[in-house]
């Protein structure tokens, strides 16, 4: 059974340099599981390697879709699939833990969603939501529009379909190495890896795309960072506070990819810093 790498961390632990030693090591090649790098525009804000960062290494997956389009977790498995099938040695790197897990564990045999009725779903306000689905036990907005687009597409609860058997990508051999740096080293990283992004043009971006898509109708806007740079280019916050609110949504969202990777994911190594000269045995 072909032995496929999993790269995976909170944002700012250095799961890239990491997965690019591991690379050169072993000859692999790397595929992106981060569900905002998916996108084309944005590219400082995600943390998206350029060219010089890739060191001649495969990358794949990586700024693939505009700024209109949604990404989904089977959008992107459907494009996933050939290349595990092709890649002598896949690395798979990113902190999108929802797509981790149903990778190795699979996924609900969920029919896809009817473009309209997604549309419909999604411009719903929350309270209108949760009166729609008042028994769901999960209150955050982004679950209730999966959970009402499932029932209303199907005709059956987003937990019907999630009893069923599992689904799965591609059977392998998971070697699943999480980065774990401790928090305040993290916190600190991303402080500083906001006020490069910003030197190198990161809020230039975020105007340039708001030009090319002003109703702000795709995936790409759900960005960390973009809806805070856009509210300081109409006015109505300050670029301080853009870029302290921005710290502050990063901040919890590493918290929220900890809880995940900790209960979630089964790990097989574990470092607390993104360094191969431990692992050198590891063999593709």
């Keep these: 059974m072909k032995k496929i790498y999993i790269v995976m961390g909170p944002t700012a632990s250095g799961k890239s340099r990491f997965s690019l030693d591991l690379a050169h090591h072993l000859g692999?090649?790397?595929?992106?599981?981060?569900?905002?790098?998916?996108?084309?525009?944005?590219?400082?804000?995600?943390?998206?390697?350029d060219p010089m960062e890739m060191e001649?290494?495969?990358?794949?997956?990586?700024?693939?879709?505009?700024?209109?389009?949604?990404?989904?977790f089977v959008e992107w498995s459907k494009k996933l699939k050939p290349l595990l099938e092709t890649i002598h040695v896949p690395i798979i790197v990113g902190g999108t833990g929802l797509y981790l897990k149903n990778l190795i564990n699979g996924y609900a045999p969920i029919p896809e969603i009817p473009p309209?009725?997604?549309?419909?779903?999604?411009?719903?306000?929350?309270?209108?939501?949760?009166?729609?689905?008042p028994d769901f036990p999960f209150q955050d907005s982004q679950r209730l529009m999966?959970?009402?687009?499932?029932?209303?597409?199907?005709?059956?609860?987003?937990?019907?379909?999630?009893?069923?058997?599992?689904?799965?990508?591609?059977?392998?051999?998971?070697?699943?190495?999480?980065?774990?740096?401790?928090?305040?080293?993290?916190?600190?990283?991303?402080?500083?890896?906001?006020?490069?992004?910003?030197?190198l043009g990161a809020f230039k971006q975020v105007l340039d795309l708001l030009k090319k898509n002003p109703l702000m109708s795709g995936g790409v806007f759900h960005v960390l960072g973009v809806h805070e740079f856009i509210s300081?280019?109409?006015?109505?916050?300050?670029?301080?506070?853009?870029?302290?609110?921005?710290?502050?949504?990063?901040?919890?969202?590493?918290?929220?990819?900890?809880?995940?990777?900790?209960?979630?994911?089964?790990?097989?190594?574990?470092?607390?810093?993104p360094d191969l000269s431990h692992y050198l045995d590891l063999k593709p």
């Design 28 to 49: 692999g090649e790397i595929i992106n599981a981060d569900s905002m790098q998916v996108y084309e525009d944005v590219s400082l804000l995600t943390a998206r390697p």
């Design 232 to 273: 300081c280019s109409k006015g109505e916050i300050s670029f301080h506070t853009a870029f302290l609110k921005t710290l502050k949504s990063t901040r919890a969202y590493i918290k929220r990819q900890e809880t995940w990777f900790r209960h979630q994911i089964k790990t097989d190594i574990r470092l607390n810093a």
């Design 116 to 133: 309209e009725i997604r549309s419909q779903v999604r411009e719903m306000p929350l309270q209108e939501l949760r009166r729609a689905l």
């Design 146 to 199: 999966r959970a009402l687009e499932v029932f209303k597409a199907t005709g059956k609860s987003i937990s019907y379909w999630q009893q069923q058997p599992p689904l799965f990508i591609y059977k392998a051999d998971f070697q699943t190495i999480l980065i774990q740096p401790p928090r305040s080293e993290l916190y600190t990283q991303c402080n500083y890896r906001l006020q490069h992004m910003i030197e």
């Design 56 to 72: 001649g290494i495969p990358h794949h997956l990586y700024g693939y879709l505009d700024s209109f389009s949604h990404c989904s």
